[in-house]
Every structure is written in C-alpha cells, then in structure tokens.
C-alpha cells in the first residue's frame, strides 16, 4: 500500500524562488490537508480540501497555494519561497469525519535560503 | 480559538518503567476526537491511539493509555513497560465533529533510557 506520498522529501530553495510539493494517496480519501512543522510550534495547518475542486484555507496560508483537480492529488505550491519557509511539510489525507485517523506523508524538509 | 497544549517539551523514561505524556485542550465543542500520534526520527507520523469525547471508558492499545477527563479538558498518554522503540516526539490532537481540521500540539520529546 501506497498511502500518502509526498515528495520531494529535501528540497533547497533560494528567495523568490516557486516550487510545488507534491502529494498523492491512493485510499480515495475525500479530504486532504497540508501542515508545515516548526521547532516548538507542532503542525500547523496551511490549507485543507474536503474534496475535488474545493479547498480553504488553514492557519498559516499567507505565501502558499493549492488546488485539488483529482480526489488523489493535492499539491502545495510556494509562489515566492521566503527563509520564512524554512520548515518541515506534511501532507495528510483521511476520509471525512472527526473520528477518522490521518495518514500522513514521511515529510519535505524544506529550507530557504 | 482551539488549543491544545503540551506543558513537556521533554519528558525521559527508563528502559522498562512507565511514563505518562500531558496533554490539556481547549474548545467549546462538546463533540470531538482525540489523538496521540508518535513522530520519530524517520519523521513518520504514526497513530498511537484516540480517544472519543462522548466515551467515558479510557482507550487502550496494548502497552498505550489515556487518562481522559473531559471536563479538564485533559487527555494525558501512559506508556507502560517503555521500549528504546518508543523514544520519539509525542503529538496531542483533537479533531472536531464539524470538520477534519486537525489541532495539534507543540509535541513531546520522550527519550528512553536503557
């Protein structure tokens, strides 16, 4: 089993630069999300999808955007990447419903330089 | 706002003894999950263990437990009979009912000691 795969799993990006992460599953799970992990804050979550085609905004959205064509894609794209950004992302998808566990990617450690 | 709050940035346990993992939470919805996920080096996210808010019974998961008191609004992790497989960093998490917004806190470094 496939579950979430995120990639890439490093990443050096220097200011102004735009990249996208990547993210899939495979468990057609309906809803997707992405957070980004800081030392002494947890995750925190930039933006979420319940569904294709429909996506909201987290608690730390400013500087990243998403879209959600497939029920299995969900990429993050950082439009001008900014040491800011220095930080360790996750993708999480899990079906809908607060008693459902989420799966997660292995993580991309992303710095800015 | 939710919050969920983990007061030990670092917790460390013998080889064999049992540790407990604090956790305190705060929201005004009355009907929510809650989880602990274990995070180690490898950076994997993995479910320890959830808990329902409208259950009373505290869960179990092998050598995993929760001391859930809701109206505390307190969800702490025991883990008995700690095994050097265990030193990662701990998340507290609740999701609510309306939605799958997960909250987290700023985790819990557990080392074990052999």
């Known amino acids: 089993n496939a579950g979430v795969t995120q990639t890439p799993k490093f990443q050096v990006l220097k200011t102004g630069q735009s990249m996208t992460l990547q993210c899939a599953q495979d468990m057609n799970h309906e809803y997707m999300s992405w957070y980004r992990q800081d030392p002494g804050m947890g995750l925190r979550l930039i933006h979420y999808s319940v569904g294709a085609g429909i996506t909201d905004q987290g608690e730390v959205p400013n500087g990243y955007n998403v879209s959600r064509s497939t029920t299995e894609d969900f990429p993050l794209r950082l439009l001008s990447a900014a040491p800011s950004q220095t930080s360790v992302y996750f993708c999480?998808?899990?079906?809908?419903?607060?008693?459902?566990?989420?799966?997660f990617g292995q993580g991309t450690r992303l710095t800015v330089v | 706002a939710q919050t969920v709050t983990q007061s030990q940035p670092e917790m460390s346990v013998q080889e064999a003894e049992t540790v407990t993992l604090s956790c305190t939470y705060d929201?005004?919805?009355?009907?929510?999950?809650l989880f602990w996920y274990k995070q180690p080096p490898s950076r994997q996210m993995i479910l320890v263990i959830r808990q329902e808010a409208y259950k009373q019974q505290n869960a179990t998961e092998n050598r995993f437990s929760v001391n859930f008191q809701k109206a505390a609004k307190s969800f702490s992790l025991k883990i008995s009979d700690s095994q050097l497989g265990d030193a990662a960093m701990y998340f507290c998490?609740?999701?609510?009912?309306?939605?799958?917004?997960?909250?987290f806190g700023t985790g819990t470094s557990l080392t074990v000691i052999p």
């Open positions: 929201t005004s919805e009355s009907d929510y999950y």
């Open positions: 999480a998808s899990s079906y809908f419903g607060s008693n459902t566990e989420a799966f």
């Open positions: 998490a609740y999701n609510l009912n309306t939605g799958n917004q997960f909250y």
